[in-house]
């Protein structure tokens, strides 16, 4: 009997530990810069923030290119489409004269949205003003600012029940006073937005980055990064799904973007080589450890990691990492294909895994993207 117990517990051991192996990635195709874009986009030597979509038989991709990767007043947000991912056209730049970044693309009713934010023009300032919606027509395209989201910054859009909802967090003094509110929005047309409750979904001091993914019953899940101090996993019933439960993580998931693939959620973000957050003296103040946990995360590497949503222990399970190092990580995710889809994410020099992520910021960073497969 013992001897068929440890074989078991063998066997759900390997497996268990193997489980990425039914996921395969392909080699990296660099695609900002390269020849591939059109000659008309003119690129500074930091590209970043960028999303992927599929619209009526077209992938959208949009990215931030700018002279580093702190807020920069000359930043621009491109977007460029292509039927197969290889020969691409400009579709249009955005220039507000002060920086610009965290597109998020909304493909509904027909229509192709690209959301972002208007912020600071010091690099020494995050400040987020503006939420603003680019919307293409047939005329080209048109943008206008979102009523009722200053000061916001916008994180995820996902399609639900015929409504397309948006995570959204509060921007401002972020890393002095900042006020912890992070909520979802709700729209029936892409273009005017209301909260969908009274009260802030996550009120924690720092929450941001506020993404969420729907399980096979219409449960939300989601992933909320707490700057300098881990993350919060959140679970809601789909019949309540304005009051979030939070659960802590040692772990903080950067520019995470999640996405369901059958009956699992998977997470991807950045992640940390030096480990979770430091477990200093509960003597200490709030704001000395916090501080310290923000100068040693930004002076160690980083890579890109997939992860997978446990239900039980209310976290995510790292399965494998994606390339990535330095300044890396702004994952936004397409499908190519039958258990396919295609990883878009940047990166600096593949070639510097021990580069930190503070440093990154400073070179030259590039947008690539993967194949990932799923096989039964």
């Known amino acids: 009997m013992n001897y068929r117990i440890f074989l078991f517990g063998l066997i759900l051991f390997f497996y268990s530990n193997n489980y990425s192996q039914n996921i395969t990635i392909s080699e990296p195709t660099i695609l900002v810069p390269s020849s591939l874009v059109p000659q008309t986009m003119k690129l500074g030597k930091s590209n970043n923030n960028c999303d992927v979509v599929w619209h009526e038989n077209k992938y959208y991709v949009a990215f931030r290119t700018a002279s580093h990767h702190f807020p920069n007043a000359k930043a621009k947000l491109y977007i460029m489409s292509s039927a197969d991912m290889k020969q691409w056209q400009e579709e249009y730049c955005i220039v507000l004269g002060t920086d610009v970044r965290e597109p998020r693309f909304l493909s509904f009713n027909n229509t192709l949205f690209l959301y972002f934010f208007e912020g600071s023009k010091s690099p020494f300032r995050f400040d987020p003003k503006h939420v603003w919606m680019a919307e293409k027509t047939d005329n080209g395209w048109k943008q206008n600012i979102v009523e009722g989201l200053d000061g916001f910054v916008p994180w995820r859009l996902k399609i639900y029940d015929n409504d397309v909802l948006l995570s959204a967090y509060w921007g401002k003094g972020l890393y002095s006073n900042h006020k912890g509110e992070l909520r979802l929005f709700r729209s029936a047309d892409g273009r005017n937005w209301t909260a969908i409750s009274e009260q802030a979904q996550v009120s924690v001091s720092g929450a941001e980055e506020g993404e969420f993914e729907f399980d096979e019953e219409g449960n939300l899940w989601a992933c909320v990064r707490l700057e300098g101090e881990g993350a919060l996993i959140c679970y809601a019933d789909k019949n309540n799904l304005h009051e979030w439960k939070t659960f802590s993580s040692k772990r903080k998931y950067d520019s995470s973007c999640m996405f369901r693939h059958g009956e699992h959620i998977y997470l991807l973000a950045r992640r940390s080589l030096d480990g979770n957050i430091s477990k200093l003296p509960k003597w200490l103040p709030h704001d000395i450890v916090r501080t310290y946990n923000l100068t040693r995360y930004s002076f160690t590497p980083k890579t890109t990691a997939l992860y997978r949503l446990n239900t039980t222990t209310r976290d995510f399970d790292w399965l494998m ?56």
Request: glycine share 8%; proline share 7%.
């Open 321 to 376: 990492d994606i390339p990535g190092c330095g300044d890396n990580a702004f994952p936004a995710i397409a499908p190519s294909g039958e258990n396919q889809y295609y990883i878009l994410n940047y990166s600096n020099n593949f070639d510097n895994p021990d580069q930190s992520w503070f440093f990154g910021q400073l070179g030259k960073t590039f947008i690539y993207y993967i194949t990932m497969t799923f096989s039964e």
